[in-house]
């Protein structure tokens, strides 16, 4: 089952689906669904985002949770935290928030420590070692 949330369609509230939900319009709540959640091009969610499998084109303000996967393809903007096994970052795509990588991701996970850190412009760079005091 695939529900669909239309371009120029607002829905205010959380939304719970036993399948698949596609947002081309907005949603303002969260949004859990068992399979997946696909937020297009033209589509804006303003709250958390639960599920197995997540494909973001559009706009996300809120933690990202997919517990398989999360792909953020190069038209995306997201404002928040990714929870996932496994992410996808398409070149051009701009996330400003901490991507965190655990065997059962979700909105509520403890935050730990980030698979990577935000460097200038948006670039993604790997965690710098931390070095015991006295060594060099």
Known sequence: ??????????????????????????????????????VGRG???TG???????????????TVAGASRVELQETCRIEGDIRSRRIKLDEGGQ??????MAAKPSVETAAGPAVARQGPRGSL?????????GRS
């Open 48 to 62: 958390d985002i639960e599920t197995q499998d997540v494909v973001i084109a559009g706009k996300v303000v809120g």
């Open 95 to 100: 996330v400003e928030g901490r991507f965190h």
């Open 1 to 38: 089952m695939v529900s669909v949330i239309a371009p120029g369609m607002t829905i205010l509230g959380d939304i719970t689906c036993d399948g698949t939900v596609r947002v081309e319009g907005k949603v303002e709540g969260a949004v859990k669904a068992s399979k997946s959640v696909v």
């Open 43 to 45: 589509g804006c969610v």
């Open 125 to 133: 760079q790997p965690k710098k070692p931390q070095h015991a005091a």
